[in-house]
């Protein structure tokens, strides 16, 4: 309780810090989606990147040299998840690892059936449940920011699976607020994420990566990035998927997505 108290006493001071010019000249030059939003989200957003580099801790890794710019540019697009909620800033989280670009590791992979393909495989992040860690790629979270309509970005992927992990299970559903949000939020993924499944296996072209299909928790992570990167597509084509991210991130993207431009 006191230890409570203390933190929000905390993060209201890093929050009401003025934010440092260097930081948001790298945030206007490298995610463009910040200058779309309301003067209020800005202001939001700005408050909760003080806490979130005060509180997680960043490592360069394969020779990669940390500087302002990587963690300033990965902690705009992570706090972009935690606009209008109350937030317990990513709490399982401890450090972010950065590449400096597409690592290998050692994976033991399902293929079909009883067969395991292993082998050294390509990532651009990871996160895990048990982790308290967050790998990432740097050019991959540089360039999808930097294209913040082409529906990938891996930095929202990580950390929508971060977010997924709150309640305590890896199960595709982040902590929603009430029983109603809860099965309301089972009923519509259940049918959303079947229906990527039979798309896959028969080829059909999707707006969701199939990636998704692998299962429910890739599914929210994919469906992140579509809502906040396709959001107008993914409203038109999906409206019920749409109607949950909405409910759950108390935003509306199609508001400041970029993909207006083309018309939505
Ligand atoms: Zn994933």
Not at 150 to 160: I, R, S, T, Y
Not at 256 to 261: D, F, G, H, I, K
Request: one cysteine or more.
């Amino acid at each position: 309780m006191i230890f409570g108290l203390l933190k929000q006493h905390r993060r209201r001071r890093l929050r009401a810090q003025p934010f440092p010019k260097e930081w948001l000249r790298t945030i206007e030059r490298n995610a463009p989606f910040f200058r779309r939003l309301s003067v209020n989200d800005q202001t939001e957003l700005l408050g909760h990147i003080q806490v979130f580099l005060a509180e997680k801790r960043f490592e360069g890794c394969g020779g990669l040299e940390l500087t302002d710019e990587i963690s300033v540019t990965i902690a705009a697009q992570a706090c972009l998840l935690l606009l209008h909620r109350k937030t317990d800033y990513f709490p399982r989280l401890l450090t972010i690892l950065v590449y400096p670009s597409m690592y290998m590791v050692d994976e033991k992979r399902h293929f079909q059936g009883p067969v395991w393909e292993e082998g050294r495989m390509a990532r651009l992040g990871e996160t895990g449940r048990q982790l308290g860690a967050l790998v990432l790629a740097w050019d991959a979270a540089k360039s999808g920011a930097a294209d913040p309509s082409d529906g990938k970005n891996v930095v929202l992927h990580e950390f929508a699976h971060q977010l997924d992990f709150e309640n305590d299970a890896a199960d595709g559903a982040p902590a929603l607020a009430t029983l109603e949000q809860r099965l309301s939020w089972r009923e519509v993924m259940r049918v959303e994420f079947a229906s990527l499944r039979a798309a896959d296996e028969t080829g059909i072209p999707t707006l969701l990566d199939t990636y998704g299909a692998t299962d429910p928790a890739e599914f929210f992570a994919i469906s992140t990035e579509a809502f906040f990167e396709r959001p107008c597509a993914l409203r038109t084509r999906h409206p019920k998927l749409y109607a949950e991210l909405q409910s759950y991130f108390r935003q509306d993207p199609v508001e400041y997505s970029a993909e207006l431009v083309h018309g939505c």
